[in-house]
Every structure is written in structure tokens, then in C-alpha cells.
């Protein structure tokens, strides 16, 4: 079984600090990640799709996507989006069965558009919620629906429909996404509505993508979650603190952890400061 590659879709700037409690004032460049995964019978598999142009330009969007885009100002990776990406590994948008949301921030839906033929691994409870709220219930939320393909709840395959799992490493109970033990999703709460990891339980070591747990490893590993405005974003800061220890324990046992937004980690695909 193929390990996961993970690549930059674009960077944010922002001080050390406000990702890491007592870090620098000096500023890191914070990258955005998505994944790509080759299974076996499904072929190309997406973990989220990273920032793309729809979020950073056109006169189209919504007021609170610009709003959300003159704050954070990414800075986009052209040749490591998606299609990019892909297109140079042989890879057609089509040739993607399923894409993995594994929460609805905007920097982990903004490509699913262009794959007209990928099923969305997500939690769909998350995702009616969500699109219930209201337009600025939806920008607290970090969501902007005008994301997501027309035919997505067509598309979407519920996370809770998969197998129920027992996940090793004290990480809880999950489901089993392919139903052969390859990719378990891990309830990962807190960060935002829905929000879960992925465990490949088979990789040496076994490798855990805890996406948005935190932003830093450091942050997990030293129990150094920052505090002011960084924690505004939490959807539930209790659950975060929880799922902060659940990743750590795994850590402890010698697992692998990959965070979407980790600055120092050059291990990842695709590198850290690209």
C-alpha cells in the first residue's frame, strides 16, 4: 500500500506566536496542504483540494469571500494546485474517484469543482449545518458554499455510512472510508463542524493526517496550543484540547503525524516552504 503524498497549495503569513503559545514574533510562512493517495481499486484518491484562485480573485465573490481572502491573503502555489499537479503526474481531473473533505474550510474545498467525477468522503451532518446557517454564521465558520460544486449532496458519501471502526492507538472509534482497513477516518472535533483525521494503520510507521488538530506540531507534541485570537476559529475549544491529546498519545507511541498547516516539516511532499 502507497503512503499519501502531501503538497502546498499556497502559503499565509503570520507570526509565530499566533500559532504556537509563547513562539516567536517573527513570521513563518504557513503552508496549505492537500493530499493525493493511490488506492488499489479506486485509483487516485484527494485529501481536501487547498486554496485555489476562486478564493483570491474575480469580482464574483461574495463580499464575505473577499473579506476572508484581504485577511488572510494567501499566497498561491500555481504549479503545485491540484490540476496542476496532477496533470504533470499523468493524472486527469476525471481520472479522481473520491476526494476526502475532511472539514469545509474554505482552504480544503476550493478545487473540488473541478473534479466532475469524484464521490466526497465528508460528514454530513457538518455539511447541512453549515449550509442552514446564515451568510455571516457561515464566514465565522470559515465556509463559503458558493465553493462547492452545485451537485455536491448528490455526490457526497457520508462518512457515517462507511464501517464502524475500534481505532488502534487510542484514537477511538471512526470508519473504516474503503471498507478494506486501508484509511480510517478519526473524529478529530474541535477545530471546526466535522472536522476528522486519517489513519493509514498499515504505512511503517503508521502515519496519522490530523489536518487542523493544530497548526504546529510543537504545539500537540509540547502541549503549547496557542491562546488569544488563534482560538476564535475553534469551533468547540474543550473538544480541541481532547483531540489534541488523543494525537499526542499517538505520537508518543512512535506514530507519524502530518498537519496540514506544519511550517518545519519538509517530510510531507511537496515541502514546507515552497
Partial sequence: MSDPLFFNSAVVRAPERLVLRGGRWAF???PVRYGLWPHPQFGP?????????????GHTRRLTMKLYSAIL?????????PITNLKSRGIAPTDVSHIIVTHFHADHIAALADFP????LADSVAYETLSAMTSSQQLHNGF???LLPTDFRERLI???????VTIPYGLGSGYDLFADGSCLAVPLPGHALGHFGLLWPDTS????YATDTQWLRRAIIENRAPSGPAQLIYSDRNAAGISMKKVRQFADQGGRVVLCHEPYDHTAGGGARQ
Avoid: C, H, M, Q
Fill in 28 to 30: 513563518v510562512d504557513i
Fill in 73 to 81: 491573503r494567501p499566497r498561491l502555489i500555481e504549479a503545485a494546485s
Fill in 158 to 164: 457520508s462518512i457515517d455510512s462507511r464501517p464502524s
Fill in 45 to 57: 484518491v484527494l485529501i481536501d483540494t487547498g486554496y485555489t484562485n476562486r478564493v483570491t480573485e
Fill in 117 to 120: 467525477k469524484a464521490r466526497f
Fill in 205 to 208: 510507521p503508521p502515519l496519522l
Fill in 144 to 146: 463559503f458554499p458558493e
